[in-house]
């Protein structure tokens, strides 16, 4: 799995798969590591980058060659520029003119001095502390100079290599740690949901104690209240007259229960005589009726005659 992400990321850079990616997806994976063995770190077959390789090869050859006529072919303009603003500035004489036949006899030399002293340019621009050394010390730097140049500019390329590897390496490490940070986002959620409905528990049953305090507190506060308006409205003179009068109500209630009770007693007493004593209340109702009945007509008689 390490060879792999290895290849992925070497290889097939535009592949940015991570670890379970490729575990989740094992046929995938293996045709990948079988692509990279015909593909190259730019994504050509390998044949096909031969050729490539080839090509760029005559490509710099033929630059260099190119290159070389060019270099050549501006020193001598920049001779023949500087030959005729000379003939512009002053008017040449027959010795002039015979220096310059004498120049074109000696091109090559005028040639090579130009382009030493354009080569000790450049190697003063890139080193300038060899602007204070003698011209053999110059001539062996320029030597050197095209080796020098060319390791800086392999030294800067692998420096973009680097560079281009780091970041993609970065956006491998950024997204692991979005997701490892949204991992850590939905365990503490679960984590607070937990220990919510933990302390929810504790927090209901102190709730419910406060609300009983609480109850406790308002009940007494109404007790008290109910016993100053007590207080306020039932004076010690008052109080006394309601002993008064619940004393006689209590006499009158004993009494009354006394009498209750005889009756009763007596009742009893005449249950115990049973039906005749039901007949003889009836009989005796009976004759009471009668003799209210012969009163009122007496009563009657008595006041049609008087």
Not at 127 to 132: L, T
Not at 154 to 159: E, I, K, L, P, V
């Amino acid at each position: 799995m390490e060879i792999l992400q290895q290849v992925c990321s070497k290889q097939l850079l535009p592949c940015n798969l991570s670890e379970e990616d490729l575990l989740q997806n094992p046929y995938f994976s293996k045709l990948l590591l079988s692509l990279s063995q015909h593909v190259d770190e730019s994504g050509l077959s390998l044949a096909l980058a031969k050729e490539q390789a080839q090509a760029w090869k005559e490509v710099r050859l033929h630059k260099a060659t190119w290159l070389r006529f060019e270099i050549l072919q501006r020193v001598i303009q920049e001779l023949l520029v500087e030959y005729y603003v000379k003939a512009q500035d002053i008017h040449l004489t027959p010795e002039d003119k015979k220096d310059f036949v004498w120049m074109r006899a000696r091109l090559q030399l005028e040639v090579e001095e130009q382009l030493k002293k354009k080569c000790f340019t450049l190697l003063c621009y890139h080193d300038p502390s060899s602007d204070a050394d003698n011209e053999t010390l110059k001539a062996a730097k320029v030597w050197k100079l095209s080796e020098v140049l060319v390791g800086e500019k392999q030294q800067c390329q692998d420096a973009k290599n680097q560079q281009k590897e780091q970041m993609v390496l970065l956006e491998k490490m950024s997204a692991t740690y979005s997701q490892v940070l949204l991992r850590c986002l939905t365990l503490l959620q679960r984590l607070l949901r937990e220990h919510r409905l933990k302390t929810q528990s504790e927090l209901d049953r102190i709730n419910a104690k406060y609300l009983e305090i609480k109850c406790s507190a308002m009940i007494l506060k109404l007790r008290m209240e109910e016993l100053t308006i007590l207080s306020d409205t039932y004076t010690a003179k008052k109080v006394e007259v309601h002993r008064l009068i619940r004393d006689r109500l209590e006499g009158a209630i004993l009494q009354q229960e006394q009498d209750l009770e005889k009756s009763r007693q007596v009742l009893n007493n005449y249950e115990v005589l049973g039906e005749e004593f039901d007949g003889l209340v009836k009989e005796y109702t009976k004759l009471k009726q009668a003799t209210e009945n012969k009163r009122w007509a007496l009563q009657e008689f008595n006041k049609a005659y008087h």
